[in-house]
């Protein structure tokens, strides 16, 4: 496959690309627990207030938009503001061709040089196919919340799975330092490093 390749930052230009991928998955799938796919107003919105912070990556093959990933809080106390919560879709024509593990791999490396603890996934179940990714990728499974949400029908779990992404023994009786904001590293050189580092694992 020739042309362009690259895992980038998002922004707010690639929301209607990012909702193409995401608005069927509302619709059709319990994969979402949206009911309604946002507009593109609101997906924009979404990417301009998770940036300042944490990144939200694209992976652009040939000027399209084959898939995203970004991070969010996992909950809002300050005591949680080491843990992040990931979440990972690509578009279908872009199915195993490594997208979603090469554009989770470099957010794990942003997440690592700002000083994130573990990231969690939750996954609408059953979906055997982003638990072997998740699990491919390092993540283990730690509970599920049994029939916790209802769409198209039916009760749903979701079950959680657990990335540690830097958690030495030293380091646990220390006083960690806050996670560092995206918008301070940005430009610097060993962002650009770690939005690289998921490249090699593109089958394309």
Request: with cysteine.
């Amino acid at each position: 496959m020739a042309g362009t390749i690259c895992i980038r930052l998002a922004t707010e230009a690639d929301a209607p690309d990012m909702l193409t991928i995401y608005a069927p998955v509302v619709r059709e799938t319990a994969i979402s627990f949206e009911l309604d796919p946002p507009s593109v107003a609101e997906f924009s919105r979404r990417v301009r207030n998770t940036l300042p912070n944490m990144a939200w990556l694209v992976c652009e093959i040939e000027g399209r938009v084959a898939g995203y990933a970004y991070a969010g809080p996992l909950r809002s106390r300050l005591a949680y503001q080491w843990s992040v919560e990931t979440t990972v879709y690509v578009r279908p024509d872009f199915y195993r061709f490594g997208v979603g593990t090469a554009v989770y791999t470099s957010l794990f490396a942003c997440l690592r040089i700002q000083g994130y603890r573990n990231a969690y996934g939750g996954i609408a179940l059953p979906n055997p196919a982003s638990v072997a990714l998740h699990e491919r990728l390092g993540f283990t499974h730690i509970g599920t919340y049994r029939k916790v949400g209802y769409k198209l029908g039916a009760w749903h779990d979701v079950g959680w799975w657990q990335l540690e992404l830097a958690m030495l023994d030293s380091e646990l009786d220390s006083e960690p330092k806050p996670p560092t904001p995206l918008s301070q590293i940005d430009d610097t050189k060993a962002f650009r490093d770690c939005l690289t580092r998921g490249m090699s694992k593109l089958r394309l």
